[in-house]
């Protein structure tokens, strides 16, 4: 029955750090341990709960659940807003304890990461990876605090070693073989398979199919041509069979960021200083990745006219903040009414090579020294030691905060 | 709700430095009303960055509340900016 699944030795980890954000607090603040923790992004009782802790969490609290909700269920639930400070500490710290396993590691988010034992040395590779997994759960204790957990899950792939570390939390270890994997997958829903949830959960259940096990039975070419309808039916069928399909990077293809309207009733001038804001710290990440951008889009939610967008397509790669923010608010002069949430991202991504900034004349160079030399004082003296006069006073609600998915800006 | 409080306070602080994973631990601060607390746990210590110069964050505890210190590395001063509500 389980010919076809991939029998060589599991050697995939995949690490996740239990309740990332809550439990670096209560590692932070001992008194808080044992406690109902959330983490917000912005101290309000409107804002959505980033993170909490499991003592809250057992208490009914979950992740997106507004805190005026949250602290009904949880009378005593510690509010504190988030510290990427602390969080990139953290992340560090595991990356580094990652690295002394092997060189193959990728970091998936702030809070979770995958070694791959495959090209590590003899040494290493010979020993138990039940072992290492228990070993590192004590690093991090040893290295940032006895209040640290993750969750520790090993496989023949990525996919299934997630899903291991997904099985018993928190602190947890597990493993997936060929041999326990229609047993482990036999316990579980196809929503708590990562990537299977709302549209693949339908274009599963509209051919029949409801659970992990029948998922799994499937023929790859059921699942490309009645499933997926594409190549990536092929690569569900080789994932469930423990074979390796995602170890690959993506380029970077946009940058952006977003901001829910700290009140309903900011003007419309107010909201442009703070999608400038917006602006400025978008350019901010371009320029740290060494990339220029052909391309703005923007969008704002409206309470009364939904959902609404616009882009623009230039002819030349531009890179500076004031270049972004003059497109942002041509597009932006379209925006409806009853604003809560704006957004802007930049796309048409390219490397910065400076020789195509410099055929466009002395204009472009000088804007290139100019934003060169804000930026080189910014990182010197602190980020937004310049900025514009226009955002002056926005930066106590438009915070940065902590990127979740990806990790190029840690 | 939120438990904490946001300070700027200069306080005295004895430190002792020596080796291990924490190599400079504050023992006990001294507040600008003259009352003394006693460091009984480090919590956690992280860098953070000001521009180029490097601050050390000390999240402790005395045993009723949690405070955090902060050292600026360039200007040897310690801070005291946080303060959370006590616990029995």
Redesign the interface.
């Known amino acids: 029955m389980n010919s076809g699944y991939n029998n060589e030795r599991p050697l995939v980890m995949h690490i996740d750090l239990n309740s990332c954000f809550a439990t670096v607090e209560q590692q932070s603040r001992p008194m808080l341990r044992g406690r109902p923790v959330a983490v917000v992004n912005r101290r309000t009782e409107n804002t959505s709960i980033v993170t909490a802790s499991y003592e809250a969490k057992a208490m009914g609290v979950s992740v997106g659940m507004r805190v005026k909700e949250a602290v009904k269920l949880a009378p005593g639930l510690v509010t504190l807003e988030s510290d990427p400070a602390k969080y990139r500490f953290v992340y560090h710290k595991m990356m580094g304890i990652m690295k002394r396993y092997s060189p193959h590691i990728t970091m998936k988010s702030i809070d979770e990461g995958v070694i791959d034992f495959h090209q590590t040395t003899d040494d290493i590779r010979s020993r138990n990876l039940v072992d290492i997994g228990y070993e590192m759960k004590q690093r991090l204790r040893d290295e940032i605090g006895e209040a640290m957990r993750c969750n520790v899950g090993i496989s023949t792939n990525r996919f299934l070693a997630k899903t291991a570390a997904s099985l018993h939390k928190p602190d947890g270890l597990d493993v997936i073989d060929h041999e326990n994997l229609r047993a482990t997958l036999g316990r579980l829903k196809l929503t708590d398979l990562t990537g299977i949830a709302g549209r693949n959960q339908q274009r599963l259940n509209a051919v029949g199919i409801f659970t992990p096990l029948e998922f799994l039975d499937t023929d790859a070419h059921a699942l490309h041509t009645m499933v997926f309808k594409s190549i990536l039916g092929e690569q569900w069928h080789q994932r469930l069979r423990g074979f390796e399909v995602d170890d690959v990077t993506h380029d970077l293809k946009t940058v952006g960021r977003q901001y829910v309207l700290e009140t309903k009733t900011l003007s419309f001038g107010e909201i442009t200083r703070r999608l400038h804001h917006l602006c400025e710290s978008v350019g901010g990440k371009l320029r740290s990745q060494n990339n220029v951008a052909r391309g703005v889009f923007v969008y704002a939610k409206s309470n009364s006219q939904g959902y609404w967008h616009a882009r623009h397509m230039c002819d030349l790669p531009f890179f500076s903040n004031s270049a972004i923010y003059a497109q942002a608010m041509m597009l932006f002069a379209g925006a409806p009414p009853d604003i809560r949430e704006i957004g802007i991202s930049c796309y048409e991504l390219s490397d910065d090579t400076g020789d195509q900034l410099s055929l466009f004349g002395d204009q472009l160079a000088r804007e290139q020294h100019v934003t060169e030399a804000i930026d080189d004082i910014n990182k010197r003296f602190g980020d937004r030691t310049i900025h514009s006069a226009d955002t002056l006073g926005t930066g106590i609600y438009v915070k940065q905060k902590i990127p979740f998915g990806s990790t190029r800006y840690l | 709700?939120?438990?904490?409080t946001f300070l700027n306070e200069r306080v005295e602080v004895l430190a002792s430095f020596g080796d291990g994973?924490n190599p400079c631990k504050p023992i006990r601060f001294r507040r600008l009303s003259g009352r003394e607390i006693m460091v009984e746990?480090i919590?956690?210590r992280?860098?953070?960055?000001?521009?180029?110069?490097t601050i050390h964050?000390f999240?402790v505890?005395d045993g009723?509340?949690?405070y955090r210190l902060e050292f600026d590395t360039e200007r040897l001063t310690w801070h005291l900016t946080r303060e959370?509500d006590h616990?029995e």
């Open positions: 709700m939120n438990d904490e994973l746990k919590g956690l992280h860098p953070a960055n000001k521009g180029t110069r964050v999240d505890t009723g509340a949690d959370a616990y």
